[in-house]
Structure formats: C-alpha cells, structure tokens
C-alpha cells in the first residue's frame, strides 16, 4: 500500500516561510510524480506544484516565483519550500503521489498537514 507522510506545516507570520515534507516508504517513489494541493475553507481543492520523476516542475500562478517544488529520491521524500507567505496561502496542504503505469498506477494522497499564516 502506497503510504505518504506529511510534515512541516504550523503557524507563520506574513513574509515568513515554511518547509513541507512528504515521504513515501515504498519503492515506486522514484518513478512518481509527485505534487502538493491545497483546500482553504470554503473553497476547492487546487493544484499547487508538480515535479516529474526527471525534476521538471510546474506551479500555480498563484505560488511562482515564491514557492519551490523539490525531490530526493534518495530519501523517497518531496520537499515545498514556501517563502513570502501570505494569508491567502492558509489551508490544508496535501502531497499527492501519481504513477502512471504498473501494478499501482494511481492517483494517492496524504492525510493533509495545516499551514496558518496569520500575525
């Protein structure tokens, strides 16, 4: 069963920054694309950041320039580093994990880890 761990997330000012993890215990991480989602109160999910197994990246419009997507496939782990916080940046943060092929191809979430960014 595919497992994702999050970490990182807490209360910062505005113009602070956080560090999310996600770590995956299994052996397809390295062949995964891996992402970051959010849900605010009130609104819908939405798609943060993207890295590909090869490290292409992509970021909403609403994150570029201050939030970076990164990977260690090494430690199985994905990385959003977030700077210039804002409070429009409050919500849930989720990492998600995508194969696109095998046995477990598939789309899987973790539990959500809370970022509050609030003076």
């Known amino acids: 069963q595919v497992q994702l761990v999050e970490s990182g997330g807490g209360l910062v000012q505005p113009g602070g920054s956080l560090r999310l993890s996600c770590a995956n215990s299994?052996?397809?991480?390295?062949?995964?694309?891996m992402g970051w989602y959010r849900q605010a109160p009130g609104n819908q999910r939405e798609l943060v950041a993207t890295?590909?197994?090869?490290?292409?990246?992509d970021y909403a419009n609403a994150v570029q320039g201050r939030f970076t997507i990164s990977r260690d496939n090494a430690k199985n782990t994905v990385y959003l580093q977030m700077n210039g916080l804002k409070a429009e940046d409050t919500a849930v943060y989720y990492c998600?994990?995508?194969?696109?092929?095998?046995?477990?191809?598939?789309?899987?979430w973790g539990q959500g880890t809370q970022v509050t960014v609030s003076s």
């Open positions: 998600t994990l995508t194969l696109l092929g095998g046995r477990e191809r598939g789309d899987y």
């Open positions: 299994g052996s397809i991480f390295a062949f995964a694309i």
């Open positions: 890295i590909t197994s090869g490290g292409r990246t």
